[in-house]
């Protein structure tokens, strides 16, 4: 690849995959690789779904972009249905191309009907490649650093009890943008105690909760969207990854209050692509899809399959230090060698995700994983922790 930047910040380490099935990626010799990532946590309902291969081929045979004067019907019926998961009876929807896009329409609406300065955010969240709330801006921020706090005892983070949290400043505060359970890739999910503590006081001050569902929406944890593990409504659902399986579209979802209210200002944002038909019709399908073959209940199931398998091999493998998750959403953490053991998953064609600096490998597979294919993993996470074994004895 002499001619790409290549600038994500991660190794290339395939250059030649060409055709895909499911969680299966076949190279240009025809050899097979298992992506236990789903690409970049994107393809929920596995790569190559011939069902979403026809409406796009369907599609792309008719229209696939419109304009700013002129729109597809069909624009409508997806947000009726992301709505209606959202539990956004008479909300609305904006259909965008990217995640980072996504949270940074929800962030200008929130500022926009924000009449505090500061919005609040944990130390450890993701919400980007760009925008207002990946820069988290001194002046326009309060970053919580939850996880090093007095009342954080069982390692589990701030329950809301400490003199730390009662040193946030809610007054000056109108927006909490939560990312619930990603957390910088390394899958830790904030205490239900403080987000609901954190959801009460930013409603109490007519504050806005915005929701950043790129990773942990459309099923990836086991319910539609990661704050249903919460007691919690949002007020703003920004969606991505899994909402297209692939197809670069996402939303942004906004309660009917708050619609209400931004109807009331010149509020203005626009971009060459939004409310693409082929994208939201694309989500619109991504939805039926999941709802037709109940795979919320899969990712709950498939989760847990994973899960207590992955326990198995830590009562047996001291190596591994933690197993945690929700849905297909797992991580295993490593007191070392993190790194060997990704490498030679990589050999031996097992693709998951190894964060820089963290002994932390993480499995985010399609919704609709079969079991073999989590046994076939499971198999070769086995032998490479004996092996391992076997050369620090
Ligand atoms: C939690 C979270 N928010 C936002 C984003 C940004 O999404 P995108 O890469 O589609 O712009 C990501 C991407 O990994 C993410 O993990």
Redesign the pocket.
């Known amino acids: 690849m002499k001619h790409i930047i290549w600038s994500t910040g991660h190794k290339l380490k395939f250059d030649n995959i060409i055709d895909s099935d499911n969680c299966f990626l076949f190279d240009t010799q025809g050899r097979k690789l298992i992506d236990l990532e789903s690409g970049?946590?994107c393809t929920c309902l596995g790569h190559n779904n011939k069902r979403l291969n026809k409406l796009i081929t369907d599609q792309i045979n008719k229209i696939t972009h419109t304009g700013f004067c002129y729109c597809h019907p069909q624009i409508e019926a997806t947000a009726i249905k992301l709505l209606e998961i959202n539990n956004f009876h008479g909300g609305k929807c904006e259909f965008m191309c990217?995640?980072?896009?996504a949270?940074e329409y929800g962030m200008r609406v929130a500022r926009t009907l924000s009449d505090r300065p500061l919005a609040l955010a944990f130390s450890d969240s993701?919400?980007?490649?760009y925008g207002d709330a990946a820069t988290k801006a001194d002046q326009m921020w309060f970053i919580y650093d939850r996880l090093n706090c007095s009342c954080n005892q069982k390692n589990t983070g701030c329950t809301g009890e400490c003199e730390e949290f009662n040193q946030i400043p809610f007054e000056k505060i109108g927006i909490f943008a939560l990312?619930p359970g990603?957390s910088s890739?390394l899958v830790r999910f904030p205490d239900p105690q403080l987000i609901e503590k954190i959801a009460t006081r930013i409603h109490e001050n007519d504050g806005i909760l915005l929701s950043?569902e790129?990773?942990t929406g459309i099923g990836r944890t086991g319910k539609w969207f990661g704050y249903q593990h919460y007691n919690i409504q949002p007020d703003i659902v920004a969606m991505?990854?899994g909402l297209g399986n692939g197809y670069p579209v996402?939303a942004t979802a906004i309660s009917k209050q708050l619609a209400e209210k931004l109807s009331q200002h010149a509020f203005h944002y626009s971009q060459s692509h939004q409310n693409d038909p082929l994208g939201a019709i694309v989500a619109g399908e991504v939805i039926d899809i999941i709802k037709e073959n109940n795979l919320i209940d899969a990712a709950e199931f498939n989760g847990n399959y994973l899960k207590e398998n992955l326990q198995r091999l830590k009562q047996d493998f001291s190596v591994i230090k933690d197993i945690r998750g929700r849905g297909l959403m797992l991580a295993i953490e490593f007191s070392s060698q993190a790194d060997r053991i990704f490498e030679e998953l990589l050999n031996k064609g097992f693709i998951v995700a190894k964060r820089s600096n963290a002994e932390v490998l993480r499995i985010d597979p399609a919704l609709t994983i079969e079991k073999e294919t989590m046994d076939l993993f499971l198999l070769a996470f086995h032998d490479i922790l004996s092996k391992l074994a076997k050369d620090n004895f």
């Open positions: 970049v946590w990217s995640g980072s896009e949270v993701y919400f980007g490649s990312e990603s890739g950043n790129i990773t991505g990854k996402s």
